[in-house]
Structures are given as C-alpha cells and as structure tokens.
C-alpha cells in the first residue's frame, strides 16, 4: 500500500497537513486480491477491456475517455463418459441418461465491448456484445454453449466522482449488466462456460473498490439465454442484496458481510411442463474473510452463508404446488501457503460444506440455492455446485518460466446428505441405500501467454466415479439408469486473442 511521510517545521504546515490527510487517505488503493483458487471476481470492465490510450495505436494515447474491447476465443473439447446432465432443447425437460458416447467439441466465442466514461460525467455507458457458437458436438446444442449475436450488456450510468468525499464516489448503474460478487461461488459469469450470465436491472455503489470501504447494492431479474434469438429477462425472478467491503486493514484481512436474496413468483398451474415453476423466497445472509496471516506466507479465503425463508416443490400427481419451508448452511475456507523460491508456488488446503435435504417429505427443504455461481472452483469438468456436498481438496500452483503458469489438484466428493440429489448430474436414491461418496478428480492445467495479443491453455481432468455414482449402474432407479462405472476423462485446448493486447503499449 502506497504510504505518504510529512515533516512538519511549524504549526501552520501540521494544520495544512491534517486537512490533507482525509484526501490522501482517500485516494489511497486499499483493495486486495484473493489468493484463493478461481474466487477473484472479474473486472469491471471485464479483463478483456482496454482503455483506448493504452493500446498499440499512439495516435490515440490521449483518449483516456473510451475503453474498447474486441476478444475471440476458441476451444477444443474431448469429453468420455461426460457426467453432466443435459436438457431437451425443445421442452425444457431434463435428460436422465449421461452422454455416454465421446464428444469432440468446438467452441468459439467472441466479444466487443465499448465504454464512455468521464468525457459526459456524469453520463456515462457502456455496451458489449458475445457471439458464441457450438460446432461438431454429437449432442443436442444447449444454451451453455450457443447465445448468437447477444447483447450481454447495455448499460446507462450515473457516476457522481466525489459525491461521499474526495474520490469516493456514487454510481447508479441501469440497463443489462454482467455482475460478479464475493468469491463467486453464488453470483459470477461464469467466464469458462461458453456463454455468459448476466442480469436486467438497477446497481448502486458507493465508493469503490480502490476504496477503505464500499457499498455494492442491486436489484436484478436474471436474463434467459435463448440460443437464436434475442435474450429475455426472467420477469418472474428477482435477485438483490447487497455486499459491504471494508479493507481499511486489507494487507492482512479483508470483511465482505453481505446479503443475497431471490424470490420466484412461480406459475405452478401451467400445463405446459417448460413453464412451470415453483415460487420461492429465499434470503441469504452471510460473511466471507480473506487476507494474509501477517507475514507468514499464509493465506485464506472464507465464506460462511445461511439461508432462510420459503421455496416450493411443485406437485408431480396433479398442477399445483407444495410450500415447505427454507432452512439451509454452506461454508467455505481455503487455506494457502506461498513459498520464497523462484518458481513462486502456492500450495492450499480447501473444505467446502454445502447443505442437502434432510427428507424430501417433509415440510422443510435443507438443500442450499447456489443462486448463479460459478462451479469451476469446485470442479474442472463442471459436476458440482454448492449444494448437498462435503469436498475437500488440495492444490499445488506454480510459475516455472515467465508467463507460463501451471496448477493442480486433487479433489474428492460427498453427498452431504444420501437421500438428496447430486444435482449436476440428476442422481439421486430417495432411500438413502447407495451411500454418499460421488468419487475423486485430478486435473492438471498449463497456461502461457504467447505475446501481448495470444494466450493459450490446455488441460486434462479425471473423474473417478465413488459407490454412490456406481451405484446407479444398478437398479436402483429405473428411472436414471443406465449410468456407468467408467471413469470421466475431460481435455481442451483453448486459444484467446485479443486484438488490442494486454494493455502495456511500447510507446510508454
């Protein structure tokens, strides 16, 4: 953290400096990042996004006023015996039977972004586009994979610089947004996946992040992707909280209290099956942690989130719904150590808890709402959520060249409860006979970036299928069977250019 030193040879320059130091406190850069894995939330603007005078054309270095952004990246995918359940495009209807033939899988995505920013303050806007694009898949096109020319956002903003004192600012953000929140584990965009979450509504901030404390507050309906056509806000979904951040002692600990929350005014009675839904009115209390244990080389990130309220069942004998009461827990903390050598390794120690339901006829539901969270933390093929799961995990990242950067990981996986679901791949054993160990994964990833315009990465994961997975080779459910004992092998190789470079021009 930058540091400012007086000498004082009267009075007059002590009282001079006094006046100061609110100002210079200010405008200092108290925001930290995470060590923890894959928790660091996007930039706004996305990462991508370059301001304009700082790109390779020097014709334009004094434009600070715009921030552009043009990024295509493509991926090659081998998935076998790919666990994920899959939904008929058509109907909405989940399909029980994993994709039990190999994929070879292309995707290819690209997006623009353009910002205005302090040229018009207080106006200000920002507009960004995605085109994203499935090819050679074996399986129905979905839309985790396909949004064609999509607006992902489209925003007008507010920002009054100065409004809660010397650079701290008042923004008021109205339009399509992307959002990314705490560690990403409830609400994210979910960057790997090739399509992108984002939200139709209203963003308060107060102050910002470079700041000792800020205030981030919303109210948004979520935007459902359709693959071909332009995308439709859920106006039967409201999500909104808000996330107090105070970094006044960021070099060692970062507070992050907040509250989430999401109501569904469902339409139970629909007789079409797609549109139906259950209502739902969900809140979402909670306190992550993250800093330095001084100056040891330890490192944590922790989050702890209790929900409460009401969420339907919908009646599967007849239209019409049941309403049980919410009563849910998950907690997550990632313990890491740094050593002093070139090579700059990392290694960390993780536990994530994820509440199940206890008993699906009863009148309370324990399974804990994930809300929009991005699931590449917990897993690299994708299985799981934060929901109904014991994980822990352990992971060994490292830097043995410049710009090349390689992590691993060994993770194992539980049912937190044995008659609940194991969500991401629609299994579950009602009579709780089968167990609760989902099994074990190893994955391994290389990342390089090339020169200033290329990055590219590649990676292998391995999922191992435990009893209760097994299990539903059997006839346990006729319904969910035939499943597979074979373990999962997941590869990509991925590609990304951009075409104003990583922001550091030869110029300057």
Do not use: C
Not at 361 to 367: E, F, K, L, T
């Amino acid at each position: 953290m930058k540091r400012h030193f007086f000498t004082f040879n009267s009075k007059t320059r002590l009282a001079s400096a006094l006046l100061i130091l609110p100002q210079l406190a200010a405008a200092e850069d108290y925001y930290r990042k995470t060590k923890g894995y894959r928790v660091e939330p996007e930039t706004d603007p996305p990462a991508y996004v370059r301001n304009l005078s700082k790109t390779q054309f020097e014709q334009f270095r004094d434009v600070e006023w715009l921030d552009v952004g043009l990024d295509f990246r493509t991926r090659y995918e081998y998935r076998e015996n790919d666990l994920r359940r899959r939904t008929n495009p058509s109907t909405g209807a989940t399909l029980n039977k994993y994709r039990n033939d190999p994929d070879n899988l292309w995707l290819l995505r690209t997006r623009a972004y353009v910002g205005v920013k302090d040229i018009l303050d207080p106006l200000r806007f920002a507009v960004e586009f995605e085109d994203a694009r499935s090819h050679n898949s074996i399986y129905e096109k979905t839309d985790a994979d396909v949004n064609e020319f999509e607006l992902i956002q489209g925003y007008g903003e507010l920002y009054f610089a100065n409004a809660l004192g010397h650079n701290r600012p008042i923004s008021i953000r109205a339009g399509r947004q992307s959002l990314e929140l705490l560690d990403r584990r409830m609400i994210g965009n979910n960057q790997f996946r090739n399509t992108t979450n984002n939200f139709e509504g209203v963003r308060v901030r107060f102050g910002k992040k470079q700041n000792n404390w800020d205030l981030d507050t919303f109210a948004f309906q979520p935007v459902e992707r359709t693959m071909n056509k332009f995308d439709q806000p859920d106006e039967d979904t409201w999500i909104y909280g808000a996330v107090l951040s105070l970094k006044q002692w960021s070099d060692y600990v970062t507070l992050q209290p907040y509250v989430l929350g999401r109501k569904v005014n469902g339409d139970p009675l629909n007789r079409v099956v797609a549109n139906r839904k259950a209502d739902m009115d969900i809140y979402a209390p909670g306190l992550r942690v993250y800093g330095l244990l001084w100056d040891s080389g330890f490192d944590f990130d922790a989050d702890l989130n209790k929900q409460f309220g009401r969420s339907g069942a919908l009646n599967n004998s007849a239209l019409g719904q049941v309403q049980r009461q919410h009563d849910a827990l998950a907690y997550s903390l990632e313990l890491g150590y740094s050593f002093d050598h070139d090579w700059k390794p990392r290694a960390s120690l993780y536990y994530g808890y994820g509440s199940g339901d206890k008993d699906a006829n009863d009148s309370i539901n324990n399974r804990f709402d994930a809300f929009y969270g991005f699931n590449q933390p917990w897993s690299r093929n994708d299985y799981f959520s934060w929901d109904n799961i014991h994980a822990p995990k352990t992971r060994l990242e490292f830097t043995p060249y410049k710009d090349v950067r390689v992590d691993m990981g060994y993770n194992a996986y539980w049912l937190q409860s044995e008659s609940d679901a194991w969500n991401r791949a629609n299994l579950r054993d009602r009579s709780g006979q089968s167990g609760s160990f989902l099994g074990h994964e190893f994955d391994i990833r290389l990342r390089h970036k090339l020169n200033p315009y290329v990055d590219w990465s590649l990676s292998y994961a391995r999922f191992t299928p435990g009893d209760f997975t097994q299990s539903f080779n059997q006839t346990v459910s006729a319904s969910a069977g035939p499943f597979t004992n074979e373990p999962s092998n997941f590869f990509y190789f991925e590609v990304s250019l951009n075409a104003f470079g990583d922001g550091k021009p030869k110029y300057q």
